[in-house]
Nanobody, 115 residues
Framework: QVQLVESGGGLVQAGGSLRLSCAASGRTFGIYRMGWFRQAPGKEREFVASITWSGGSTFYADSVKGRFTISRDTAKNTLDLQMNSLKSEDTAVYYC????????WGKGTLVTVSS
């Protein structure tokens, strides 16, 4: 089992920045990939960004490319998402995800961008 706890959500004005963090614990050895997903009110959960745990290869949704940056600290087992130039459409609950033979999810952190 892998436990994931997100932090860093909050209220920010459009054009502002936020940094989300995710702390992984439990059976973290062997994690292949970690990432962020989000779910806006009335919409399905969608992919935001991911990073391979050992190689550090990153992938982004087109909607966040150039604005969001995903990073990880393999020594601390933490995952971050730096979000810049935030838009109202970025408002959502952001979930941390880890893949280690199965998908693991955090409980989410709310990001609200006011216009």
């Amino acid at each position: 089992q892998v436990q994931l706890v997100e932090s860093g959500g909050g209220l920010v004005q459009a054009g502002g920045s936020l940094r989300l963090s995710c702390a992984a614990s439990g059976r973290t050895f062997g994690i292949y990939r970690m990432g962020w997903f989000r779910q806006a009110p009335g919409k399905e959960r969608e992919f935001v960004a991911s990073i391979t745990w050992s190689g550090g290869s990153t992938f982004y949704a087109d909607s966040v490319k150039g604005r969001f940056t995903i990073s990880r600290d393999t020594a601390k087992n933490t995952l971050d998402l730096q979000m810049n130039s935030l838009k109202s459409e970025d408002t959502a609950v952001y979930y941390c995800n880890a893949y280690r033979s199965a998908d693991y999810w955090g409980k989410g952190t709310l990001v609200t961008v006011s216009s």
